[in-house]
């Protein structure tokens, strides 16, 4: 796997767009960028995931940048329930996937 | 969406026993499962590869004797903390791939809280 480099924290209010960057400036042409949240006491819960375009689902939009060296996953409207650890993972499908440190995101009321 | 069911949610064990935790893809067949185990505001730190039909990959300093994996159908891996001391207390959890093949996503148990006393 590619490695990653996210803040450890963040803070966002509650309705608002919540941003949360990923450098994974080694990541190879293959490797996608894989998004997954874990809520406490529970398993990692799957987000979305690219390759190379932006994408966007029921959950989240992921924004790739042009070299692939970084992206942003944005929760459009935050809510409570949206507090989380979320991890950025650059790998191809078929290894294993293994979990850095995550983004630890709080939504204040 | 596809849905891996993970059993028991939580043990708790004396030490010196043995403790199976069992982890099946309910709608969906997987030639390949993860074990990981995570300690409090720690993240997720992988244990083992396991593969339908063959022995488990074990990362480096995890012991294989200590944790016993079984993959023997497509749908089911179990987990054996065989010996269990209070340091093993850890949550524990599972995750699959889809036998589609290609780039698929992993989906994941809801995990095990295991308490050694």
């Known amino acids: 796997d590619a490695k990653t480099t996210q803040p450890p924290s963040m803070d966002c209010a509650e309705g608002r767009a919540a941003n949360l960057p990923c450098n994974h400036s080694t990541i190879s042409g293959n490797e996608y960028v894989y998004w997954y949240r874990q809520i406490h006491s529970q398993g990692p819960q799957y987000i979305i995931h690219g390759l190379k375009n932006n994408e966007t689902n029921e959950m989240a939009s992921l924004i790739i940048t042009e070299d692939r060296k970084s992206s942003t996953l944005i929760l459009p409207h935050a809510t409570l329930r949206d507090t989380a650890v979320y991890y950025c993972i650059a790998y191809f499908g078929n290894e294993k996937l293994t979990f850095g440190t995550g983004t630890r995101l709080t939504i204040i009321p | 969406g596809a849905v891996v069911s993970q059993h028991p949610s939580w043990v708790i064990c004396k030490s010196g026993t043995s403790v199976k935790i069992e982890c099946r893809s309910l709608?969906?067949?997987?030639?390949?499962m993860f074990w990981y185990r995570q300690f409090p505001k720690q993240s997720l730190m992988l244990m083992a590869t396991?593969?339908?039909?063959?022995?488990?990959?074990?990362e480096q300093g995890v012991e294989k004797d200590k944790f016993l994996i079984n993959h023997a159908s497509l749908t089911l891996s179990t987990l054996t903390v065989t010996s269990a001391h209070p340091e093993d207390s850890s949550f524990y959890i599972c995750s699959a791939r889809p036998l589609r093949g290609g780039n698929e996503k992993l989906f994941f148990g809801s995990g095990t809280q295991l308490s050694v006393l």
């Open positions: 709608d969906f067949q997987a030639t390949t």
């Open positions: 396991s593969n339908e039909g063959s022995k488990a990959t074990y």
